[in-house]
């Protein structure tokens, strides 16, 4: 079992919100209403973890080690909600989200491929911890922009985390997981072919509420996320290789073979899907 390392490491480098977040070096004249604006719209999107977790429970009902470590990650997300709505509640309280927004990105999620989906969160984890790392370099309110980087390390750590599970699911089911990981590697990595970025929290997750499935999509400005990432922290192609290049470097750590690029991870996939198709007529 892996969640009992994971939570003493986790539980050790744990942050404090009154000890290590520095409340008393808030500049007033450096946070304006935009910028608070982002914050609220991050605090509810981080709430979605809510549901998430209800999801993995859900569906890995037969793996009790990864159902426990979902214990400390969901801990440490709604922390992160927690924090952004502190730091508003302190200095910009019009700003606080309703318990009705908060609530409102709490919807079920459909089944789906265990699998796929611990790959996807994966793979948010990163996109998350370069998109808090920008947002810190973009604020110039002090306290945010050390809030900002607290919780982008977290998510860092988060991702090391599923990937020690991704590691084990190797080990017991082989192929079955290389081709998953692979699969959704190839789409995450993906983005700058799409409209959207490529995060959890913007893809459709449940057929029946379509189009309003999407975390992004109940939020109270729908449009915010592209808005804040091309517009405001400036998220730009430099960022996004930064992105696929750790997904990649991840995948080549993982597979124990060299991706230098999507294409190859792709052709790494169709190789996987072949011999797994020739194990099975044979």
Same mark, same amino acid.
């Given at each position: 079992?892996?969640?009992?390392? +994971? ?8 942050? /404090? ?49 990864? #159902? ?13 909600? @927690?924090? +952004? ?16 927004? +908060?609530? /409102? ?12 989906? @611990? ?51 190797? /080990? ?17 990595? #993906? ?58 470097? /991840?995948?080549? @750590? ?29």
């Amino acid at each position: 079992m892996l969640y009992p390392e +994971l939570f003493k490491s986790l539980e050790q480098v744990r942050w /404090n919100m009154e000890k290590d977040i520095p409340w008393d070096q808030f500049d007033g004249s450096k946070l304006t209403d935009e910028q608070a604006q982002t914050i609220r719209m991050n605090a509810i999107t981080e709430w979605s973890a809510l549901p998430a977790t209800e999801m993995f429970l859900r569906d890995n009902r037969g793996d009790s080690d990864f #159902s426990a470590f979902m214990s400390v990650w969901f801990f440490e997300e709604q922390k992160h909600s @927690l924090v +952004l709505m502190e730091y508003l509640r302190r200095f910009k309280p019009e700003f606080v989200p309703t318990e009705e927004e +908060l609530h /409102n990105v709490r919807f079920e999620f459909d089944p789906a491929p265990a699998l796929e989906t @611990l790959m996807m969160h994966f793979c948010g984890e990163i996109r998350l911890n370069h998109w808090y790392r920008c947002a810190s370099d973009w604020h110039t309110e002090p306290v945010i922009k050390q809030i900002y980087k607290i919780i982008s390390q977290d998510e860092a750590r988060h991702g090391g985390a599923y990937l020690r599970y991704m590691k084990k699911a190797l /080990n017991e089911v082989g192929d079955s997981a290389r081709a998953a990981f692979a699969k959704i590697g190839v789409l995450m990595a #993906s983005a700058r072919r799409t409209e959207k970025p490529l995060h959890p929290t913007n893809l459709h997750v449940n057929q029946s509420l379509f189009p309003n499935d999407t975390v992004q999509s109940r939020l109270p400005d729908p449009e915010w996320l592209e808005r804040w990432l091309d517009g405001q922290i400036k998220f730009d192609g430099e960022w996004e290789k930064k992105v696929v290049d750790r997904i990649l470097h /991840n995948m080549s @750590l993982l597979f124990e073979r060299t991706f230098g690029s999507v294409q190859e991870l792709n052709r790494y996939r169709k190789e996987i899907v072949t011999r797994m198709a020739a194990v099975q007529a044979a």
